[in-house]
């Protein structure tokens, strides 16, 4: 819970500060169904293919591509990716990491494929699942906060500065309705490098 | 070790602090402003919504320097950035939206006017409103506000304010009319926003990155844009950001020595300084300043200026809720001319509940309406959609709900600000176990709402509903009936002509240590119904002008 009167985000209030708690301890008992075994090394490590993979297909479905342009047109994949570059963002990478490997792990169980390669509906099912908290996980490891990050990231993607890397084209802005002011582009700060 | 003596050292230099400093460095004095943050200035702030809202730009992560949430009935110890109004070199007014309210002389009575209230420590300030009348006078003049005199008439009789109001979009036609219609009385809400050439500074471009930005033409009249270069202008003021103050010092007599100083540059948080002054003044916030004063060995086994045991005590948000409505295209675009303006700002707030002592005693004294657009934040405005009604939204659920959002018509909010009272179970103390990045007690902020907290924010809300279907607005709906705002704090270091039941005197002085003064919203023993920014600016010019007297 925070304050009302503030314009601060999920990420920035919650996550920041408490997902270091997500990630399994050594010690800690496997997994009830043994199905998924993170452990904290996957701090280290940067996000990879595989996992960047699952979680662009996991946000294509949370914002989906119809009439106009949704996570996967707007390259919110991208965004992510950057974004869990800094290293302040390390406790939030862990939570990403283990996410993907949630899912990666309920595909496997469902119809013995990827995750990617699941239809739009059997994406759907588990991502439902995740967002409820039902989806086999380690200890520890709250899925549904994981999902609510993995929303707010999408939304990021979608509508931040295209510096960002995510927004490509300025689809999300031209979806919002969204003019921005000519400042954005004077202040010289870190573009990404495409 | 620094060999120099300042005349004064302050902690912060948002609206508690500049305005002494200013003052004090006119007066000649050597004075030394330690500020916890970066110093940036205008052309360094983004207009980026990732970077100065969501993520720690204004304000640290709670991973580096938390504050520690408990709630009455369920919630925490949590570890929150809530709490911090900001950390660089202008503080919270950097990033406010800056709607600067006096407030009414019935919140410097609040314990006569409503009596004993149970549950709740209420107390009159020790101080007259006409002495701050002077003092708001002057905040205004110095740092810039935009007002119309006159048109709130709850407001006592007072002068023209320095520049006229801001520019408002033709909506707040609609806000005006309805307001009628309810027998209400909506004026235009002050800003700190310079709306013509000021004082050197630059007019408002209306970009529209105004609340939660720092302005990128020194067109808000934060402390960083009005009263600091008029301040290093007089040679006087040495400004030291990345100075986290850790500790004040006292000597052997009992008066302050200065300031401990750690190096607030990443990586070098267990360098130390000190800086020695002959009167030190704290301004780092309500819950900050708190939190200084009780790491800070005092005499008899007690914190610095705590022999009342009061430090902390009294801690004071404003009530917030809102309501919030769409202005459809297909309906509204007919009915006001150039609807589809990129103005800004509607620009009215209403004074009709504020004090009412024909309403229900629980609710008599309540707060202010002020209605604006939705914050025009692309991603915050998607959040709120994608979380309203407490139920996440996501897939074409959440697209379809965003399409309507963002294409269907403009959205107008009610924001209310109200009443806190002070109870026993909402305090700051310092927390036994989480540290910051250097090393020291987090401040742990309890908050137990008083009943009657909640009956105001519900009501505010329910008259901003009302309002808000008098403009015939849709989907008009309420947020957090019960919330409260966490960048707007007072008590914690409340004033009072008894020193066994307050840490400061009437002049923001404390009690038991007579070179210590507390000139944020600590001093405060009410919180008022309104926005408060512009009270603690003028209450720092106040206390300036008595230090000067009282160490000439």
New interface residues.
Partial sequence: ??????????????A???A?GCVRREGDAPPPDGSVQPTAEHAEQALGPRTLGILEAAMA????S?E?P?AKEARCVEFLRTQLEDP?LA?VKREMHLLARVLEAAAKKATGGAFPALTAVEQ?EI?GRA?EGKLPHPRGFDVTHA??VL??FT??G????P??GGNAGGV??K???????A??A??G?PVVDK | MSAEVFDAVVVGSGAGGMPVALTLARAGWKVCVLEKGPYRQAHEFPQDEVLSCRRNYFVPYAADEPHVLVREGGGGPERSFEGWTSHGVGGGTVHMSGFFFRLHPVDLKLRSTLGAVPGAELADWPFSYDELVAAYDEAEREVGVAGVAGTNPFEPKRGAYPLPPVETHPVCSLVDEAGRKLGWHPFPTPRAIVTRPYDGRQACVYCRFCGSYGCEVNAKSSTLASLLPKALATGSLTLRPLSMAARVELAKDGTARGVEVRDATPGKEQTSSFVAARVVILAASAVESARLLLMSPGTGGKAVANGSGHVGRHLMFNTFSEAGGMLPYATHEKRVPDFRSSMPFVGRSLWDHYYDAKAPEEVRKSGMLRVGFMHPNPIFQAERVATRDGKLLWGSALKQALRKHFHDGLHVEVETFGEFLPTPGTHVTLDPEVKDRFGLPAARINIAHHPRNGLVARRLATAGEQLLRAMDAVDVHTRVPHGETMVLQHGTCRAGKDPAESVLDRDCRSHEVKNLYVTDGSFMPSSGGCPTTLTILANSFRVAHKIIAQWK
């Fill in positions: 819970m925070h304050s009302a009167f503030s314009r601060r985000s999920f990420l920035a209030t919650t920041l500060g408490m270091s479905r949370i914002l989906p119809d106009d949704g302040q406790a759907d991502l967002a999902f609510r929303v707010s939304l990021e979608f509508l931040s500065d510096r960002h999300g802005w979806f919002a309705q969204f003019e921005p002011h400042g954005h004077h202040h700060l």
